[in-house]
């Protein structure tokens, strides 16, 4: 795979506060179900927006908005799948 250079581009991180906390208290299984339950329905929410998942690392999720689209619908895309993640 060729490498691409964008001028601009919008990238969203996002992690789990207090995850090492949790995982000092929650058994393994019980946490990978968490995590796949949590990033399956961010997955589910980033298909309806310009948006592209980068990475998924522990509790660190990564997108990025503007490989193609312009400035103003990449900034919209990424409040808006911030805001469908607030809860």
């Known amino acids: 795979?060729?490498?691409e250079f964008f001028k601009q581009v919008t990238i969203f991180f996002s992690d789990?506060?207090?995850?090492h906390?949790?995982?000092m208290t929650v058994a393994p299984m019980e946490l990978v179900r968490i995590l796949n339950n949590l990033y399956t329905s961010m997955d589910d929410v980033i298909d309806?927006?310009?948006v592209y998942k980068v990475e998924t690392i522990n509790d660190s999720y990564m997108v990025a908005s503007g490989m193609i689209i312009n400035h103003l619908r990449r900034c919209r895309a990424i409040c808006s799948i911030t805001f469908c993640n607030e809860s």
């Open 1 to 3: 795979m060729q490498s």
């Open 16 to 19: 789990i506060a207090n995850f």
């Open 21 to 23: 906390r949790i995982t």
């Open 48 to 50: 309806n927006y310009d």
